[in-house]
Nanobody, 126 residues
Framework: QVQLVESGGGLVQAGGSLRLSCAAS????????MGWFRQAPGKEREFVAA????????YYADSVKGRFTISRDNAKNTVYLQMNSLKPEDTAVYYC???????????????????WGQGTQVTVSS
């Protein structure tokens, strides 16, 4: 079992940047594929970015490609989401997620993740 705690959300103006962090505890972090999802009011939770357990492969939703960067530090049991050039449509609650996977594996489907954090609010003003 792994526990996930997100931090780093807040209010930022359009064009600004934020870095989200997700700290994991409970099991060997490098066993887990990690992902970031977001959910805006009245909308389904959607995939944002994913990173493989220890091969560090990454994958992004088209809507954030070139603006967001996912990374991880397995020594610190933490995954990050660097968000640049933020837009009002990026406003949402952001969740990190984890699931055991092969070292090279990516998980991009919501139902491929068994463990979720509580979420952190990101609000981008125009």
């Amino acid at each position: 079992q792994v526990q996930l705690v997100e931090s780093g959300g807040g209010l930022v103006q359009a064009g600004g940047s934020l870095r989200l962090s997700c700290a994991a505890s409970g099991r060997t972090f490098s066993d887990y594929a990690m992902g970031w999802f977001r959910q805006a009011p009245g909308k389904e939770r959607e995939f944002v970015a994913a990173i493989s357990p220890s091969d560090y492969r990454t994958y992004y939703a088209d809507s954030v490609k070139g603006r967001f960067t996912i990374s991880r530090d397995n020594a610190k049991n933490t995954v990050y989401l660097q968000m640049n050039s933020l837009k009002p449509e990026d406003t949402a609650v952001y969740y990190c997620a984890a699931n055991v996977a092969d070292r090279w594996a990516l998980r991009i489907g919501r139902y491929e993740y068994a463990h979720w954090g509580q979420g952190t609010q990101v609000t981008v003003s125009s």
